[in-house]
T-cell receptor
Framework: GAVVSQHPSWVICKSGTSVKIECRSL??????MFWYRQFPKQSLMLMAT?????????EQGVEKDKFLINHASLTLSTLTVTSAHPEDSSFYIC???????????FGEGSRLTVL | AQSVSQHNHHVILSEAASLELGCNYS??????LFWYVQYPGQHLQLLLK??????LVKGIKGFEAEFIKSKFSFNLRKPSVQWSDTAEYFC???????????FGKGTSLLVTP
């Protein structure tokens, strides 16, 4: 069964609106989650590291005011794309760090299309 | 700068052919190495990983990879591919000082019947 669940899988929104994507760890508590972005036919680019109870750590070039990350509990991290524009259209994937095995488990991804 | 390079972007093989996908990295120090697979319409799944010990690592579905430290490489191999191996394959590296993975650009594998 799934270890990491993302919702929604697909979202279409109008330019200027905000979209929230949820990432849930189903089988274990996760103090650290990661948000990746994947463009078509390209690799996964790390956007930020989400830490439970503290501010997220953003990678260089990622606007923290545009991509708001909240990790309010050990099983939930949210990514909010604020004032979305067509160039924000992408596949957003979260992953959860399983400390016992050093493995990352990935969510199914959320495809955002901004019109 | 730290980077992960996958040399083959698109590979087309016939069933039963042997597969080798290249992966090189440029990291200093100790690294953890991973291969992930993404089947069409599905999420990323771990194929295999290397942390330490035997540099020849066996993963799921008959895949294996060999860590060659002197070449900074972690190539993925399978002796005989099947149609169901059609997928996107990603090499990923993590430095021992961090948690996040740095991914290569991926290799799209198409296995024809």
């Amino acid at each position: 069964g799934a270890v990491v669940s993302q919702h929604p899988s697909w979202v279409i929104c109008k330019s200027g609106t905000s979209v929230k994507i949820e990432c849930r760890s189903l089988d274990f508590q996760a103090t650290t989650m990661f948000w990746y972005r994947q463009f078509p036919k390209q690799s996964l680019m790390l956007m930020a590291t989400s830490n439970e109870g503290s501010k997220a750590t953003y990678e260089q070039g990622v606007e923290k005011d545009k991509f708001l990350i909240n990790h309010a509990s050990l099983t939930l991290s949210t990514l909010t794309v604020t004032s979305a524009h067509p160039e924000d259209s992408s596949f957003y994937i979260c992953s959860v760090w399983f400390t016992l095995t050093g493995e990352l488990f990935f969510g199914e991804g959320s495809r955002l299309t901004v019109l | 700068a730290q980077s992960v390079s996958q040399h083959n972007h698109h590979v087309i093989l016939s069933e039963a052919a042997s597969l080798e996908l290249g992966c090189n990295y440029s990291y200093g120090g100790t690294v953890n190495l991973f291969w992930y697979v993404q089947y069409p319409g599905q999420h990323l799944q771990l194929l295999l990983k290397y942390f330490s010990g035997d540099p020849l690592v066996k993963g799921i579905k008959g895949f294996e990879a060999e860590f060659i430290k002197s070449k900074f490489s972690f190539n993925l191999r399978k002796p005989s591919v099947q149609w169901s191996d059609t997928a996107e394959y990603f090499c990923a590296v993590r430095s021992n000082s961090g948690y996040a993975l740095n991914f290569g650009k991926g290799t799209s594998l198409l296995v024809t019947p």
